[in-house]
């Protein structure tokens, strides 16, 4: 197993403290990939420090547009921001490119949030 993977697996297993801990330095030591930036993320998000992942999912649709779920991610900590319009603006984007009943059904309720 590569490093990183084994580094993204660890990052998986930690408690959202540890797990941003663990990514932030693997940044700032240039070995974050794709995996650990969305860990960093996630875990950021679940922290509540918005502005943070909002930055990162930023990042990440800039380097992988075509990801629907750093989309989401996005819209989500918009939306936990009280930054309705911008977070309207990327659920309306992935309502227009996928009508999955999982997308729908996320979207739905971080909606309900407003």
């Known amino acids: ?17 540890d797990a941003l801990f ?12 794709e995996k650990i930036r969305h860990a960093q ?14 930055e990162i999912y930023k990042g ?3 380097d992988y547009p075509e990801k629907q779920e750093y989309a989401l991610g996005l819209a989500m900590v918009l939306s936990a921001q009280e930054k309705y319009d911008d977070a309207h603006t990327h659920f309306d984007k992935i309502l227009s ?3 999955t009943p999982l997308y729908m059904a996320v979207i ?7």
């Open 108 to 114: 739905g309720k971080a909606q309900t949030y407003q």
């Open 60 to 62: 990440l649709l800039e």
């Open 41 to 54: 993320a996630q875990a950021s998000r679940n922290l509540g420090k918005y502005t943070k992942a909002e």
């Open 97 to 99: 490119e996928s009508q």
């Open 22 to 33: 663990a990514a932030d330095s693997l940044v700032e030591m240039g070995m974050a990939n």
């Open 1 to 17: 197993m590569a490093l990183n993977e084994l580094l993204f697996v660890a990052t998986k297993t930690l408690n959202d403290n």
